[in-house]
Nanobody, 126 residues
């Protein structure tokens, strides 16, 4: 079964940057749309960004537009979430999720996604 592994989280000061990675050891992610979601303490999980299996389509949540960039490296079978200009309100556990969906479309609806990683903590604090 497809298992996703996130990495790259940590503690960063406001205004700083982090790059999260999502891998699936032993599986190709080339036929999956990938989403990044986050959940802060006491809050519901929210969609951050997603990218289509082709890489030609992407979506961003309103709170991260212009600051976060999602990308996929098909050679290394890795998905990335580049996070710049981080704010304290970005503090959360970040999860990657996969949905088998060919083409140019992805969704930020978490119900679409079947496979989930265990998450990586991102803390933005001075």
């Amino acid at each position: 079964q497809l298992q996703l592994v996130e990495s790259g989280g940590g503690l960063v000061q406001p205004g700083g940057s982090l790059r999260l990675s999502c891998r699936a050891p032993g599986f190709s992610l080339n036929y999956y749309a990938i989403g990044w979601f986050r959940q802060a303490p006491g809050k519901e999980r929210e969609g951050v960004s997603c990218i289509s299996s082709s890489g030609g389509g992407a979506l961003y949540g309103d709170s991260v537009k212009g600051r976060f960039t999602i990308s996929r490296d098909t050679v290394n079978n890795t998905l990335y979430l580049q996070m710049n200009s981080l704010k304290p309100e970005d503090t959360a556990v970040y999860y990657c999720a996969a949905e088998m969906r060919h083409g140019y479309v992805c969704f930020l609806n978490q119900d679409q996604y079947v496979f989930w990683g265990r998450g990586t903590q991102v803390t933005v604090s001075s």
